[in-house]
């Protein structure tokens, strides 16, 4: 996430050491996989989560990967089947929604 400085164990932590967001596909057009992962901030996760099972993406997992970062980054791992068009568009909406304020976000 470049557009968030996150730092734990006093080092900036980048998209290079695993701060990232990613999908991977596999399969055809029509019948395509998509796995990956998502990094967010707390205040993002219900919704992105929404975003996803709108799109008909399953949760995998939630977690952290860092102890004492700052801010606090949760990790989203996803898995989908459909056509690689809308498998794509559903990743897209989920990261337009990092970075913005939600109606979750209390701060």
Do not use: C
């Amino acid at each position: 996430r470049s557009d968030l400085k996150i730092m734990a164990m006093g080092a900036e932590m980048t998209s290079s050491i695993g701060l990232n967001s990613w999908a991977s596909f596999t399969g055809s057009e029509n019948e395509a996989y998509i796995a990956g992962d998502i990094a967010m901030l707390d205040h993002e996760v219900n919704q992105v989560i929404s975003t996803l099972r709108k799109h008909h993406i399953e949760i995998v997992a939630i977690h952290n990967h860092m102890l004492g970062d700052d801010p606090h980054m949760i990790f989203l791992h996803y898995f989908g089947v459909g056509p690689s068009r809308e498998l794509a568009l559903a990743f897209r909406d989920a990261l337009l929604v990092l970075g913005k304020k939600s109606h979750w976000h209390n701060h």
